[in-house]
Structure formats: structure tokens, C-alpha cells
DNA sequence: GTGTAACCGAGACGGTACGTCGTGTCTTGAC
DNA sequence: GTCAAGACACGACGTACCGTCTCGGTTACAC
């Protein structure tokens, strides 16, 4: 499920020349990741992340079209890494277990730094918006409908007939659970421990349950 | 309930001098708001401000530290302008309303583009997440808290005797709506409007019910 | 033959008001020239002078219009001070005693450092040349024009009956003295010991002396 | 015998990477010199030479350390160009050529705003001073050591036995000479015509000549 | 004695230039 | 065609001085 290592337009029709580096691919991600954790994203400068890597400014700019580009494909890495969604047996277990793990890649310096940043300037900025869907949001979104999937099948939520309400739903939970993490994580800037996610979870367990009941 | 127009540190003991003029004040903060709408965080300089605001870039540094501070206290203007909590009888329709009050701030060009940088710029400041917290996050909890107090006195919501608990209920409840609307307004960039408050608000407050009973 | 410790253009036709203080006078051009020490011309400031005198940067500025009109008066004070003309008995032992002392106040730092300075402003500045020439210039020719009379009283010169020319070779003279002392301390930057001073004299002595058999 | 075109520190042992454009170091250097004619050393800046040579102000500190040795090599070209000594047959009309010479060089609006003004700075700067030593005054010393040697192969001064007094005697008719020109053109603010330098010639050679008899 | 007008300190003000840094492009020669 | 190196044009940074302008307060002369 790993994202190719080159995002940038690579050769057109040309077949001809030197074959870009993978080595310098990996070096850069490492290097930008690096100096995330180091400087920060406000301190983070292309200079500094080509020098880190042992490459040249042309290199970096080869491949990306610059920082916020770079940085989406670099914690993006980790997301794809980090995120999975182990079968805990239960709904609300299952809510605990994704709500810590988006925490713990929140928590890391690299992605606190960067992702809000990336997200403040992807308002203005639409192809940025889009990179980070596909890279970052959508890959959090599939562990909430996976998770949904699982107590469908368990039978503790309800089959949803209509498939637009159904894409609401999911929608509106994966804003509440991801919104919820990221505010407790960078705006209150408190930590989110075991406890907090089990009352998180059965706060949001009773929520579908009441929705489901009463509908 | 207005914040003070001058934000620095003023003059400490003496008393002599030509005092600050609090039309600057005024013209900074208004420049700083209109660049935010037109050029959005990134592309906003301090000599842009400054140009705007008919004022010399030195005026400037001597109020804020640097465009972190200066753009806070600008979007904190907006907050106490714009945030209050109208009693519309029941804790639904209070949440509701609160849900949308936020989202209509968030969807405010500068206030959009501006949050989630200085948020993001906050993860490596900490009197910069200070700032925001005072300026900005402390006014938005205030109005959960005075909804949740509403609830209690028309009986919706349960005493809770320990305080302790209360806290953490509270923080807990403020995250999930201020995170929720963000992350709706910001990474899935979709709105929200009247049909995603009343989801997410029935969402809610089943989840308290849930809750209440439960205990 | 103290000029005025202060030069500026006093009041025009009013009486009444708090006269200026001739104190801050003093204490102004005393820290000029003790800027002008430590800091040279290039990183002398008025704020700074201003702050040595304990003085208002106001102050200073309604005695001297800039930088290169307070100096000047600053440096001419120490001229005004110490050239004077023994008469040691000769022409031969005059100009090398005149010699001397000009080079003794090249040598001071505040001079040194100075002078130039204002005379380059000056070829942009026509104000600021007259300033010059009045305040430090003249007070140098005085000594020439002296030392001429005397020598001529010695009969060690011809009395020139035209005044026109006379005027022409006390300026030649002049531009020789004084040119060859400040070449001599500030462009080749080597000192004018009694050596030096005992050869130049005798060369131009010699000169002179040529000229006057020669006609 | 022209200067290479580019001043600073080169590349110490490296040959890789984009070379330095010498067409910036020729725009620069006439940049300069339009500036100073235009302008004169006070108001000259560097942001304004580096607009003018169509160049960025890094590139300029790329290549100097800053104002004054831009200013010192961008005039040491003019002495470079227009100083040269045609044999005119005779010491005293060597003389006075290489007055008229040097006085044409003063005379030049770029030179005679310039030329002092670095003076002052470099009595506080030994690079500085050693830079114009180098780059101008040993350029208009050489004229005199070539004079003198033309004058002594004419048998119109004697061969001096003692090298150190050779050295010293050059030194004290080198700063007699410059020193009159410069202090007439700047500090008089008066024309060295030819009036003048026939009168100046005939008292330097008459001293001259006083000496080489009375030895 | 009481105006009152010019002085004084302090320090904020609109400007201009500074010298540095980061961006993204370009030009080398090597591979 | 890619690579490391590094020069380039551009533009923002935050600071330092400039010379001016308020402030509140203080003299000293004229009434």
C-alpha cells in the first residue's frame, strides 16, 4: 500500500538519460522529516533540507514543486506506515484503538508541525488540497469505513439502505473522531491518553447507538 | 467584552514620551485582517501590512513580536466580535446554534486561512499557543461551558458533583465540536450547514444522553 | 578667539522664552568628539551623541541642522584651541613648527577620522564647504599669512608689491603645507616626525627661495 | 596594467558550480560610478548601484564586503585608465604634467566625491586602507618613482647613493605633490590650472634643486 | 505674580537603507 | 537526462538611523 517513492511528473515520452536517483528520493523524504522534527515547518527551507539529504537544490525541485509539496509526500509516508486497523472485537474497542492511533502520529513532532501547516495553505491552494486527501485524509477516512464495514457486520450498527446517507454518516463521523484528535492534540495541545479516547469512544458509541434507536 | 486595542507590552513605569497612537492600532489590525482575505496567510508579508495600514514597518514590530502575534490578535478580533450563545431553549438547538456561529467564523477568508497556521506555528511556540489559547480557544470554551450550564439548569443535563470530572467532560465536549467543525471546514473543506449541525448536533447529544443514563 | 559654543541660527527677533542651555551646548560637542573617537565618522549617530550628552535627539537638532555641521563644529573648537604660531626666529624653523602642529591635531583621532569626512560631503554641499572654510580652513591660511609677514619683516622674503599675486603664492603655499601634511598623516598614513618636517621645510624653503632670487 | 575585472575572494579550490558572470562585475563597477556622479558617496546606496547595474544586491556582497571597496575599486579603475606619464622632455614640465594629470582625475565628479570619503573611512580600517594603497596610491606613486628616474637619467637630479634616503625623499615629493593637487581641488574647491601648476612645478623644483645643490 | 513662549526629556512616528536569507531558476562540468 | 555545486534575480526579513512630531513639564523674561 505504499505510495511510489517519486511523486513528480517523471519522464514524459523520452526514454533517454540518466535514471533519476532513488537513493536521493529516500534521502530527501528522510531529510525533510528530519528537519521537520528539528526546525519545525516555520524554519523547514528547501536549502536545508537539499543539504540534509546530500543533494542539490535542482533535485529537490526536479520532483517536487516545492515545500508544501515535499512535506504532504514526507509525513504522508508515516501515515501510510503507522495507520491500520486491528480487529478488536467491538465497536467501541475498535473507535479506541483508531482514535490512538492517529494520536500517537499526531503526537510525533514531525507530523504536529507540519500538518496544519499544510492544511492552512492548501485554503488557498486547491491541487495542494487534493494531494492531501489523497495522500493523508483518505487513508484515515478508510480505517473509519473499515471500521464501520466490521460492526455491520457484527451487528452492532445498522445496514444503512440509502447509499448517499450512508456516505453522510460516514462523513460526519470521520470529521467528529479526526476533528476531535487534532483539536485535543494541537489546539488544546493536552495529551490523549487511554482514558480520554475510552470516553471519546463511548461518547460517540452512545451517539450512534441513540441515532440507530431512534431511527 | 472588547480585547484591548493595544496588545503589547505598553510602556512600564515611565510616563513621558509621545504615547502610542491607537489609530495605528486600528489601521494594523484592519490592514492585517483585509491582506489576510485577499493574499491568505502565506503570501502575507509584514511590509504589506504595514504599506496597507499607512504606517512604518517599525510601528508594527513594536506591538507584535512578528506576523504570528500580530495575525492572532487580528482573527481574535473577530472572535469577540462575533461569538455568542443566544438561548434557543433546549441544549439541541443551543449546540446547533453554536455549530454554526463557529463554522460561520471559520468560513470567513482570514479566519480561514489564518487558524490553522498560527495553530500549526503554535506546536513549536509556546507563548504563541498561549496567545491563541487567551485570545481565541478560551473564547470559544466559554460559550460550551455556558450552554452546558443552561442544560443543567433546564434539567437536560445531569449535576456532576465532582469537578474534577466536569473539567474533563467539558474539554472533552469542546474538543469534539470545535474539532469537528474544523476539521469539516478545513481538511474535508466541505460546509457546514444547516443539515450537517443538526447531525452532528442529534449525534451529540445522544451521546450525553447516553452518557447520563448510562451512569 | 573662541568662536560661539552655539551656532545655529538663534532666535530671530523674539526675546522671551526658556533660553537654550549653554551646558547642553558644551556637553553635545564634548560627546561628539568622544563619539567620534570610539565610533569614527561612519558610526557616529545622532541618537548616539544625543544619549552621551544626555540630551534629546530635539536638542541637538535645533542647534545643527545634520551629522556634518555638528562635526564641523566639533573638530573646529579643537583647532580654534590649539594653533597658535611661536615665533621661533626663522622661516625655516616657523613653517617646520607650523608643520608640527597641524600634524599634531591631524593626529588626534576625532580629527583624523573627521576631516576627510566633511570634506567630501562638502563637494556636494556648498553650505557645508563655507562651513569648512570658515570655521577650520581660515584659522590654517591665518597661520600661513602670518608666518609670511613675519619672514618678510626678517627680510627672509621680498614684500610682493602686487596683491593679487601675493594672494596667488599664499595660496600655493598654503595648498603645499597644508596638502602635504594631510597626504602625509591621512593617505599615506605614515607620521610627520621632526624629520619629516625638517626635510619638507627645507625643501620648500628652498623653493621659495628660488622663486624670489629667480625674479 | 589593467586590474582583473573581479575583485574578491574567488573560489578557493572548487571549479564546480555556475560560474561568476564578469559581465555583473563590469555593470556593477559602471554602476557605481554613475551612482557616484549622479548622486556622490552620501546618498549612494547599494540597493540603488544594484538596480541600476540590472544586478541583486547579492551579488553585489558576493563580490565586496560593502560600500567602500565597492567605491575604492569601482574609482581604482579611472586611475588605471588615465594615469600615465608622457616624457614632456624635462623635470619641470614632468611636473607639471603629472599635476594637470592628477588634478583632471579630482576633477571628475566620481572622484573627487569618492576618493576622500574612503580617506576617512580607512583611517579606521586597516584593510581598507591598505585596499586604496594598492588599488590607487601606489598607482599615482609609481608616476613619481618614473619621473624622478627619467629626471635623474637627465642629470637634472642627482643619483642618490643611500636607497633609504632615496625611499624617504620620493615619499616626502609624492605627498607634496598629491597632497597640493588634492588639497587645492577639494579643500580650496579651486581649479589646478595650468597658472597654477607652472607655479607649483617651478617652487617644488626650485626646492629640488636648492637640495641637490646644498648636499 | 502671572502669563506665555521657547525650551527640555522622552519616545513614538513615517521613511529609507541596511545586510541576510530563502525561493526557484540557471549554468557549469562530470557522469 | 540526471547530478552536485553554486551563482543568479527577486523579494521579504527584522534592525538601525534619520529627522519630525507629540507629549508633559520647566524655566526665565515681560507684563
Not at 473522531?177 to 469512544?201: C, K, Y
Request: aromatic content about 4%.
Amino acid at each position: 500500500m505504499s505510495s511510489a517513492p517519486s511523486p513528480a511528473p517523471r519522464r514524459a515520452g523520452g526514454r533517454t538519460g540518466r535514471p533519476r536517483s532513488t537513493e536521493a528520493d529516500r534521502a530527501i523524504l528522510g531529510a525533510t522529516r528530519e528537519a521537520l522534527v528539528e526546525l519545525g515547518w516555520g524554519k523547514l527551507t528547501m536549502g536545508d533540507v537539499a543539504a540534509r539529504a546530500g543533494v542539490a537544490k535542482t533535485t529537490l525541485y526536479r520532483r517536487w514543486a516545492g515545500k508544501n509539496e515535499l512535506v504532504v509526500d514526507a509525513v504522508a509516508a508515516l501515515f501510510d506506515e503507522h495507520l491500520e486497523l486491528p480487529d478488536r472485537g467491538c465497536l467501541l474497542a475498535d473507535i479506541e484503538g483508531v482514535v490512538l492511533q492517529f494520536a500517537a502520529l499526531l503526537e510525533r513532532p514531525e507530523t504536529k508541525t507540519a500538518l496544519m501547516a499544510v492544511v492552512a495553505e492548501s485554503t488557498r491552494d486547491n491541487a495542494l488540497r487534493e494531494r492531501i486527501r489523497s495522500a493523508i485524509v483518505d487513508r484515515q477516512k478508510a480505517l473509519v469505513l473499515l471500521g464501520r464495514e466490521r460492526a455491520q457486520a457484527r451487528g452492532e450498527l445498522p445496514l444503512e439502505p440509502d447509499p448517499a446517507g450512508a456516505a453522510r454518516t460516514a462523513d460526519l463521523i470521520f470529521d467528529v473522531i479526526a476533528g476531535a484528535v487534532v483539536h485535543r492534540t494541537l489546539v488544546s495541545a493536552e495529551p490523549v491518553d487511554a482514558e480520554w479516547a475510552r470516553g471519546f469512544a463511548a461518547l460517540l458509541v452512545g451517539g450512534l447507538a441513540a441515532a440507530a434507536g431512534g431511527a
